[in-house]
């Protein structure tokens, strides 16, 4: 019964995103104000359909409504509740319907605060992304819909995969597809300048504010996916460059690219048609994201059911909006040409060379994560890893953490690159200094880990002494910037240190034997079974002691689930300052009670998990620059005046 | 030269230099890192590359998992029903590790004709082949010994 609510409601909401996708763009072409102004009310009517729509499939979750497929499919009666509620998004179906009410969402902000912008740029760009959502929505009901029914309804579910059973499920996707999704208003405010052949520092402002707050969220939501991946996988790692992580992380580095250029196209006539191209790029990745996601073309521990036709309606949706916009970009770009002049040594060059390493740095990425599927169809099956991933993203961010402080040195419009690089050169001797501290202090160092601490140095060293030196009062652009700048110096310092000086042992523990690894002690005190919520599980007790004082006692499990007749390796982890103890459990050996026994220790990675939070902060301060805000008042004011008359 | 035009000279130049060093960069890298599949067939025609890292993919052969004692290395036959390869891997198996399922490892061929896994992987649902795997069994199908 609730279901076929369901199934009205997106029925409906189709219907409604169809209208958003028409109404205004007529409007707009026969310069006609009614139809222009259903704009802002079909957004908000959308996203009241798409919001109850996806509240209906989580009620029918809480309800244990089994003759839902996609309820009992990722359900069961054994299910705890918190479970049952994010179960919902935690398959294909649920997670595009999540997609859409999400972009709703933002398609609702989009209406509600867009004061500035005057009633012919708002109907298009609330069009656009009416296109957007009614890709996605016509996707979830031909493609996915979660609201099928299975008759008769089977008395039980199969239970949610267990590996997803967790708080990381909670939070990670909802908050990445926040920032995945957000990334469309970048795209239809670039969109929409195009079709109206002009776009002005008021558009490049408004949209700014928005890339960022999207931006902000995939930081977020990456860093969770890092964070969860690490402790619940049981293998230790903080980033496997799976295609379905680089899926996100390819519209992370665009959209870097992006909110930098767009600080110089915000300023000054230039860069325009650059700014508009990476907004398309950046959300045709999110795009392409979803369809490496959702299609399974590529394998991926992500990847669970593949499903060609869904890859197809993407590719196709991929096809249209990605097609479509660089179309009208060919035919407009003309119109577009920036008329100010860029001064060389100026800090605008330095963000043009900040957009062309992080553009350069996606593409490698994409690259290596579509050849599998280029070579997969001369028949020859390869697979791109680490080795290339991790050598490519070092080599690229050399130049990235090099010019970083010299470009926050030079001044806009004109200044000197060799009195820059003089006022530099005192930071790069306190990071030489402290690099060879490090290597010193912690036994050696290898090249990569050397090169990236010295970068952090470097990075830190001069930002905050750049901090300083600013004259005058502090504004929230500055600090959004230093820290998020502080951001990328404590993430490089981390990240070469958990990279390349983390310790990994794989032992056999026999209760009661004690291992020795870096100087910690690991009593290993034997495996009981104890039976929680919908699992049973085999729990190990290790007690972690350094010169004889007990440090800790870790609890790894390994976990079964008799729904789905999967085990599960459940880390236990001791967080620090310093560094993570990791201990995880691999088989019982023998019938004596030996375990093979994984031990980890993870130097600062929770400091690298922290320079992603810190450069998120960034962006989130720099929103509330009184500078952009004064601006927008200046804008809403006119676009008002314009309205009423008045000039 | 105006001074506008030797500007956007050198900016051009610096644009070319850095394309073609990245492109450089990149093919090296990619020559030396990506990773060949192979299916037990193809290793036991001597179809893989030597000294050199590469995927082997197939179905862990029923009842051909050996433990040695006391340590935690283990034996197993990866098969594509065509032929076999024995696999020797120390370290942790993965949970899904099962005899007869589809399995991935990673590692190098020994003088004696042993796969050195450095790495196993099976995947984290039931019900999932890798594709790889998929299509190596379906590959070595017509040859296979369960269909003469």
Known sequence: MLASVGQFLLILSLVTSAALMLLPMVGYFKNNQALMQTGRPLSYLLFVLVLTTFLILVSLFMLQDFSVTYVWQNS??????????????????????????????????????????????????????????????????????????????????RDLNPLLQDFGMIIHPPLLYFGYVGLSVAFALAVAALIGGQIDEKWIRWSRRWTN?????????????????????????????????????????????????????????????????????????????????????????????????????????LAIYTGGALTLYALRVNQLRSRDAINLESRETLMLANSVIFITATFTILLGTLFPMIFDYFNMKISVGEPYFGLMFFLLMIPMAVLLPLGAQLKWHRDQMHTAIKALLPHFLVASVLTIACYVGFGGLNLRATAGVFGGFW????????????????????????????????????????????????????????????????????????????????????????????????????RFYPKQQMPMTEADIRA?????????????????????????????????????????????????????????????????????GLT | MTPTRKKRLIMVLLVALGVSLATAIFLTAFKDNIMFFKSPTEVAAQDFPVNRNFRLGGMVKDGS???????????????????????EYEGILP??????????????????????????LAKHDENYMPPEVADALEAAKPQSKEYE
């Open chain 2, 95 to 120: 949970d899904l590790f099962r005899e007869g399922q589809g399995v991935v490892t990673i590692g190098q061929m020994s003088e004696d004709d042993l796969f050195i896994a450095e790495e196993v």
């Open chain 1, 576 to 644: 620090g300052v310093l560094k993570d103890i990791y201990v995880s459990l691999g088989e019982q050996i023998n019938d004596q009670g030996a375990w093979s026994v994984r031990i980890y220790l993870k130097p600062f990675i929770r400091w690298m998990w922290f320079g992603g939070l810190m450069m998120m902060a960034g962006a989130v301060i720099a929103l509330f620059s009184r500078r952009s805000r004064r601006m927008e008042r200046q804008q809403a004011d006119q676009v008002m005046q314009d309205r009423l």
């Open chain 1, 213 to 317: 707050l999207a931006w902000a969220f995939l930081t977020v939501g990456i860093i969770l996916g890092s964070w969860w991946a690490y402790y619940e996988l049981g293998w230790g790692g903080w980033w496997f460059w799976d295609p379905v992580e680089n899926a996100s992380f390819l519209p992370w580095l665009a959209g870097t690219a992006l909110i930098h250029v767009q600080a110089v196209s915000e300023r000054k006539n230039a860069f325009r048609g650059w700014t508009v191209m990476l907004a398309i790029i950046a959300f045709s990745l999110c795009v392409l994201g979803t369809f490496l996601v959702r299609s399974g073309s590529i394998t991926s521990v992500h990847s669970f059911a593949a499903d060609p036709f869904r890859g197809l309606f993407i590719l196709v949706l």
């Open chain 1, 459 to 558: 990075i830190a060293s001069a930002t905050l002494w750049q901090l300083k030196q600013t004259p005058g009062q502090l504004n929230a652009g500055l600090v959004g910037m230093t820290t998020a700048h502080m951001g990328v110096a404590v993430f490089l310092f981390a990240m070469s240190m958990t990279e390349h000086k983390d310790i990994e042992k794989d032992v056999l523990l026999k209760p009661g034997q004690t291992t020795q690894v870096a100087g910690y002690d690991f009593l290993f005190n034997g495996v009981q079974r104890v039976a929680i919520e919908n699992y049973q599980a085999q729990q190990g007790t290790i007690v972690v002691s350094k010169n004889g004082e007990e440090i800790v006692t870790l609890h790894p499990q390994k």
């Open chain 1, 76 to 157: 069961s009666l054994a299910l705890p509740l918190r479970y049952r509620i994010t179960a919902t998004w935690g398959a294909h179906e649920g997670s595009v319907l999540m997609w859409v009410a999400v972009q709703a969402l933002w398609i609702a902000a989009v209406s509600r605060y867009s004061r500035s912008l005057t009633l012919s740029q708002i109907s298009r760009v609330l069009s656009v992304l009416g296109i957007i959502a009614t890709g996605f929505l016509a996707f979830v009901l031909f493609a996915s819909n979660p609201f099928e029914i299975t008759n008769p309804a089977p008395l039980d579910g």
């Open chain 2, 65 to 87: 998992m050996q433990r040695i004692p006391d340590s935690l290395k283990v034996q197993f036959i990866v098969t594509d029903f065509a032929a076999d390869v024995t696999v």
